[in-house]
Nanobody
């Protein structure tokens, strides 16, 4: 059974950093575009970042993520990371990774993880 599993979330103070990981059993993540989304309480899910499949590796970021968040791959470990720096309270949300053929704004990805909670608070 194919699974995506996020990890690395937690409680961090404003200005702090976290590194989220997306792992998979059943999927070679380097053959997929991997997107990160987030959903805060009472808000709609929004795209954070996306990296196209390995070999192309184009990276996309939402405006709020540019300059603070970085998406990357570890091919050998079959992982995708989202490095979160300079965190703000408004970054508090459940963060999800998703896998699909291409990066797309519609959110129509084939596989989704269960999410990891990021809480930014003093």
């Amino acid at each position: 059974q194919v699974q995506l599993v996020e990890s690395g979330g937690g409680l961090v103070k404003p200005g702090g950093s976290l590194r989220l990981s997306c792992a998979s059993s059943g999927l070679a993540l380097d053959t997929y575009a991997i997107a990160w989304y987030r959903q805060a309480p009472g808000k709609e899910r929004e795209g954070v970042s996306c990296i196209t499949k390995f070999g192309i590796d184009t990276k996309y970021y939402s405006d709020f993520a540019k300059g603070r968040f970085t998406v990357s791959r570890d091919i050998a470990k079959n992982l995708v990371f989202l490095q979160l720096n300079s965190l703000k309270p408004e970054d508090t949300a459940v963060y999800y990774c998703a896998a699909g053929v291409i990066c797309q704004r519609s959110g129509d990805y084939d596989y989704w993880g269960q999410g990891t909670q990021v809480t930014v608070s003093s």
